[in-house]
């Protein structure tokens, strides 16, 4: 028997909650906790009868698709349709497109699924992290630079509305890895900070509004991706730590998501030596992780998913079937994304039949899925009202919602000669912006410049810009016209995002130069960093340094907003970015 009865499940009354507030939201208070494995359900047992063998192990797979308008006769729409009436997969997720294009598909695939499709989403900070028009949050380091709960709550009540106005059931949020690391490649400012408590706070809050809004939460990377400075999408990170250190920082913020009532966890593809002997398995195929750690000794008994099993870190070490087999040993129930979905359903199929997987194993993952769809509603309906979408999806509570948590987060680090905020003065300064990207990504540097401009004229005489991007030549140019048309002040708003295969949120070496040689050349440089807040440890003799975490419109505006004295500087750093400039640092 690969699993075993929780000591958490309680009776579910699936119609019993109230999923929406009234009043002001009591975050303080824990979630009411739901149990999915529910053994003595006859709804349950009346369903599971009525699937075949093969059926249930394909309601474990979510597959994956972009997202986009696809035509009827396409290839890529001609093999959801197999998927989802042939093989009878249990779930989709998908990557791109707009709300009303998604929503389409959804409801397109649901109409042909004879069960109900759970569909899943990545919408860390918000539904444009994959939707062309949906809503764009701060980071959640961002949130954690607050320290403010009631907003991560309201940010999960409000991605959780786009989502069902779609027809998305499960977001893979909220990340509750802890950053410990700054040469994290992959976490970085996803992460709400580098100690747990702070972490388990935002992150608490963050799930109830989520389930509040009648969608599944799902705390990940178990069990804590943040001390790596490798991408798992590119390789397999090796944790060298022990089981007391995993116990007093990683595993802080899930054993507070379990006790809070998440409905799911996602696990990491990481190798832990101490918990997984052999260091080739990642805990996401780990049964002494998964099996020993989180069901048995966390007490966890809702969803458990598979990180992307496309990644380089499952990819490069094992094969489709020997993937299959390896995720319903560990305690697997969501499949997701394998590399063929019609060699994963036959591989386990035929381990049950040769008794080398049990069929109880099988039906304790299905259970745990058909309740899941049970809480959601989708057996009364699973289809929605796409004349809702454009109200909801990136509406104006979420356009102000986003702009308060952008203004409590921007933190002022450094602040040598006070130059910040500007001050009006009877001979204004000329100032030069050198806009730096690190090359990982587009950077939203067009935002920053009209934003600047609009303020800038009743402090700033003149101004000369650039916007450069990756390994720059310009530099020599642009440090003799700064010398010889003494520029006094120069601004470097900087976008060094986190970018899946990429290896680093880091700057390139020319970029670092250039910041350098300005201030050696005796000019007032002040850094705004939207990204990776750790970033000053390539240039600690700059005079200032903002941390705004992220590049969404609302950061760009309110950090322009701090710097002309608008509103106040009110984040705390939520890490540690040098010995000088430690977790909690924020001058206001």
Same mark, same amino acid.
């Given at each position: 028997m690969l699993f075993v009865k929780s !000591? #958490?499940?309680?009776?579910?009354?699936?119609?019993?909650?109230?999923?929406?507030?009234?009043?002001?939201?009591?975050?303080?208070?824990?979630?009411?906790?739901?149990?999915?494995?529910?053994?003595?359900?006859?709804?349950?047992?009346?369903?599971?009868? /009525?699937?075949?063998?093969?059926e249930k192990i394909a309601q474990m797979i979510v597959t994956n698709s972009e997202g986009y308008a696809l035509e009827k006769n396409s290839k890529e729409y001609k093999r959801i349709q197999d998927l989802v009436v042939n093989k009878k997969v249990g779930g989709i997720i998908f990557f791109k497109g707009n709300s009303l294009q998604e929503a389409n598909l959804i409801n397109d695939f649901q109409s042909k699924s004879e069960t109900p499709l759970l569909i899943s989403a990545d919408f860390e900070r918000g539904t444009r992290m994959r939707l062309e028009d949906g809503s764009l949050f701060p980071s959640n380091m961002g949130l954690?630079?607050? @320290?403010?709960?009631?907003?991560?709550? @309201?940010?999960?009540?409000?991605?959780?509305?786009?989502? @069902? =106005?779609?027809?998305?059931?499960?977001?893979?949020?909220?990340?509750?890895?802890?950053?410990?690391?700054?040469?994290?490649?992959?976490?970085?400012?996803?992460?709400?900070g580098e100690d747990p408590k702070l972490v388990s706070?935002?992150?608490?809050?963050?799930?109830?509004?989520?389930? /509040?809004? %009648?969608?599944?939460?799902?705390?990940?990377?178990?069990?804590?991706?943040?001390?790596?400075?490798?991408?798992?999408?590119?390789?397999?990170?090796?944790?060298?730590?022990?089981?007391? @250190?995993?116990? !007093?920082?990683?595993?802080?913020?899930?054993?507070?998501?379990?006790?809070?009532?998440?409905?799911?966890?996602?696990?990491?593809?990481l190798a832990f030596p101490e918990l997984e002997k052999d260091a080739s398995v990642p805990a996401s195929l780990s049964k002494n992780i998964v099996g020993n750690l989180l069901i048995e000794k966390l007490g966890f008994d809702g969803l458990i998913v598979t990180d992307a099993l496309n990644m380089e870190g499952i990819k490069k070490h094992f094969?489709?079937?020997? +993937?299959?087999?390896?995720?319903?040993?560990?305690?697997?129930?969501?499949?997701?994304?394998?590399?063929g979905e019609e060699v994963t359903i036959s591989t386990i199929e035929k381990a049950v039949n040769s008794g080398t997987i049990s069929a109880e194993r099988i039906d304790k993952s299905v259970t745990k899925i058909l309740n899941a769809k049970k809480w959601l509603g989708l057996f009364e309906n699973k289809l929605v009202d796409v004349s809702k979408i454009s109200s909801v999806v990136n509406n104006s509570d979420a356009?102000?919602?986003?702009?308060?948590? =952008?203004?409590?987060s921007i933190t002022l680090v450094k602040n040598e000669t006070k130059s910040l905020p500007f001050? %009006?003065?009877t001979t204004p300064d000329k100032v030069m912006i050198v806009s730096l990207n690190n090359g990982n990504?587009?950077?939203?540097?067009?935002?920053?410049?009209?934003?600047?401009?609009?303020?800038?004229?009743?402090?700033?005489?003149? /101004?000369?810009?650039?916007?450069l991007s990756g390994d720059i030549s310009e530099s020599d140019?642009?440090?003799?016209?700064?010398?010889?048309?003494?520029?006094?002040?120069? &601004?470097?708003? +900087?976008?060094?995002? +986190?970018?899946?295969?990429?290896?680093?949120?880091?700057?390139?070496?020319?970029? &670092?130069?250039?910041?350098?040689? #300005?201030?050696?050349?005796?000019?007032?440089?002040? +850094?705004?960093?939207?990204?990776?807040?750790?970033?000053i440890q390539g240039f600690t003799n700059i005079d200032s340094y903002i941390c705004a975490y992220s590049d969404s419109e609302s950061s760009i505006r309110a950090a322009v907003k701090a710097v002309f004295g608008e509103i106040n500087f009110k984040g705390k750093l939520p890490v540690t970015i040098t010995e000088d400039y430690k977790f909690g640092t924020g001058l206001n």
């Open positions: !000591s #958490l499940i309680i009776a579910l009354s699936f119609f019993s909650f109230s999923f929406f507030k009234s009043s002001a939201p009591a975050i303080k208070e824990e979630s009411k906790k739901i149990s999915l494995y529910t053994e003595n359900s006859e709804w349950v047992r009346t369903k599971l009868s /009525e699937m075949t063998l093969r954690g630079a607050t @320290r403010n709960p009631d907003l991560a709550y @309201r940010m999960g009540i409000q991605i959780a509305k786009e989502c @069902r =106005a779609m027809g998305i059931h499960q977001n893979y949020s909220p990340v509750v890895d802890v950053n410990n690391n700054p040469l994290n490649p992959i976490i970085n400012v996803r992460s709400f706070e935002m992150g608490d809050a963050m799930i109830r509004g989520l389930q /509040e809004g %009648k969608v599944i939460a799902t705390a990940k990377h178990f069990p804590g991706h943040g001390d790596t400075d490798i991408d798992s999408h590119n390789d397999l990170p090796v944790i060298n730590f022990g089981t007391e @250190r995993l116990n !007093s920082i990683e595993l802080v913020p899930f054993k507070s998501a379990i006790k809070s009532g998440v409905m799911s966890v996602m696990i990491a593809h094969s489709t079937e020997q +993937v299959a087999l390896m995720c319903v040993d560990a305690g697997i129930d969501l499949i997701l994304m394998p590399q356009l102000s919602l986003s702009q308060q948590i =952008a203004d409590e001050k %009006k003065k990504d587009k950077a939203n540097s067009d935002l920053f410049f009209n934003e600047f401009n609009s303020k800038a004229g009743q402090y700033f005489s003149f /101004e000369t810009t650039y916007d140019a642009i440090i003799n016209e700064a010398v010889q048309n003494n520029y006094e002040t120069v &601004i470097i708003p +900087v976008y060094a995002k +986190v970018k899946i295969k990429t290896g680093t949120v880091g700057l390139p070496e020319s970029q &670092i130069r250039l910041i350098n040689t #300005l201030v050696s050349k005796g000019k007032k440089v002040i +850094v705004i960093s939207f990204g990776n807040p750790y970033l």
